[in-house]
């Protein structure tokens, strides 16, 4: 019943987007022949990749390709994101001086400049010395980035656990990392989930920002595909709709997860 | 057992407001007494409890638990609290563990038994506090006075030799109240070693070897129970009792 009318609404609203969208293409009258059928061969495509290969077979189009490799960045730098949070946020609540200040100039300095910016400065100056791959640069960059977010997700998450928590553990004799292991950390996660998951959806999106360093992504396949095809609206929708589909499986894993995870409440 | 001698603590207040929760504060505690504290709130009683497994530093003097100076730059204060229980005012049950792993979890990771031995253990607490039916159910399907009872077995679980009840039943319903005080009393009578700050007279009345009054960070009167609920001597603490007798 409460789905039907979701999906009733859903569609009302697709229709008049749609309606609108013609209505209005119409009216600055641009003409625009579509060619979505140049599409699918940027997706899969079946042939020779190259001119010696010895027989025709399924391959996948740049548009996959770049797909796999942004999930691939995306997946990556989600995991240290996170390894970089957790140090973070908990060293920002420390009682250690030094912890509290270093962790914090990280935080400011990594959220007050632009993303951009830290890629070209890892990709050209740090991957310079250390001889990084672009890839690696990317990873860095973006790891480097959302973990400062991360880590002050962190942060807010254990502070909202009641400090009550802390004592009773720490009175049945437990050492402070095994209450945050035990009791401070798996509460905190639950109410992090949330923000967490809108940071990794974050994430997704500003990795197409690592395309300006020549790394084969999907916004940066995309751009060379409409160089080639001039069909700039086909594969640009194309590549949101590309993007959107890995967002939206993040959203739904996480809300699965939160759902799983409420049985204690 | 326990030996408080000197012992100073300030608070400042986030408007730069000092106040003496303990001034100058000496007591001494023996093994298998039950002391009750009472006094206005404000007066440090939670305080000196809380200093006594160190979830309060202290700013002056001394506190030992069966010797070991529990505030010591060198101690090994997680070793020292093993040995002391501490029940809270809220309960401050893990809500995200059943009933059952409340009172396991730091059986396994601090005294490193197994997990069959801890819920053994944990069966034998359970029952004990008449709520063993309860074990695979979270904390938040518990009643106030459930919780309460299960916090009370989590913190025997470890087998301390001293008990803190910090206002263990001050957030409880009226009618949960006895519950939780039956289990005390038992404990009591059992021989175990209690430091109860509380407003429930009866109780002190009725278990304690000695009550203590406490103001201003202060022991204002000591003394057995009938002496104190017959003819206390002190001013401020015959005024205390009429208000809340």
Request: charged fraction near 20%; include cysteine.
């Amino acid at each position: 019943m409460k789905f039907t009318r979701r999906s009733a609404i859903t569609v009302v609203v697709l229709i008049v987007a749609s309606y609108l969208f013609y209505y209005f293409f119409m009216r600055k009258g641009i003409t625009y022949s579509w060619h979505w059928y140049d599409v699918p061969k940027y997706l899969f495509y079946y042939g020779k990749r190259f001119s010696d290969d010895p027989a025709p077979a399924w391959h996948m189009g740049a548009l996959m390709m770049g797909l796999v490799l942004t999930l691939k960045i995306s997946v990556v730098s989600i995991i240290f994101a996170i390894i970089i949070g957790l140090v973070v946020g908990i060293a920002r609540l420390s009682d250690e001086p030094i912890t509290k200040y270093l962790s914090s100039c990280y935080v400011e300095l990594i959220r007050g400049t632009p993303l951009l910016v830290q890629i070209y400065i890892i990709y050209f100056f740090i991957g310079t010395m250390l001889r990084l791959s672009a890839f690696a640069a990317g990873a860095a960059a973006l790891s480097i980035f959302e973990g400062a977010y991360v880590g002050e997700i962190v942060r807010a998450g254990i502070q909202s656990i009641h400090k009550g928590q802390m004592e009773a553990a720490r009175s049945l004799g437990m050492s402070y990392s095994q209450a945050m292991r035990h009791i401070i950390l798996p509460q905190a996660m639950k109410r992090i989930i949330p923000p967490l998951a809108g940071q990794f959806i974050s994430l997704i999106k500003d990795s197409s920002l690592v395309s300006v360093i020549a790394l084969a992504d999907l916004t940066f396949r995309a751009q060379q595909a409409v160089a080639q095809s001039l069909n700039a609206f086909e594969i640009y929708f194309t590549a949101a709709g590309l993007y959107l589909v890995m967002t939206f499986t993040l959203s739904m894993v996480t809300q699965y997860i939160e759902r799983r995870m409420a049985v204690s409440d | 057992m326990i030996d408080a001698q000197n012992v100073y603590k300030t608070f400042i207040t986030p408007d730069k407001r000092k106040v003496e929760a303990l001034v100058d504060f000496t007591l001494h505690i023996d093994r298998g007494e039950v002391v009750v504290i009472i006094g206005p709130s404000g007066s440090g009683k939670s305080t000196f409890l809380r200093c006594i497994n160190r979830l309060e530093e202290i700013d002056e003097g001394k506190i030992t638990v069966e010797g070991q100076d529990l505030h010591a730059p060198k101690a090994d204060i997680n070793k020292i609290r093993e040995e002391i229980g501490m029940v809270f005012q809220h309960f401050n049950l893990f809500p995200h563990k059943t009933v059952m792993e409340n009172v396991t979890l730091a059986q396994e990771v601090v005294r490193k038994r197994s997990k069959k031995e801890a819920t053994e253990i944990a069966e034998a607490l359970l029952k004990k506090v008449g709520i063993l039916d309860k074990k695979d159910v979270y904390p938040s399907q518990l009643s106030g006075g459930q919780q309460q009872r299960v916090a009370i077995a989590r913190a025997l679980a470890m087998q301390p030799k001293v008990m803190l009840f910090d206002e263990a039943t001050s957030a409880l319903d009226p009618e949960m109240i006895g519950e939780v005080l039956d289990v005390m009393k038992t404990l009591a009578r059992e021989g175990m070693t209690m430091v109860v700050v509380t407003h429930e007279m009866g109780f002190a009345r009725e278990v304690a070897d000695r009550v203590i009054f406490m103001d201003a960070g202060r022991i204002v009167e000591t003394g057995t129970p009938e002496h104190f609920f017959t003819s206390p001597e002190n001013e401020r603490t015959k005024l205390f009792l009429s208000q809340i007798l």
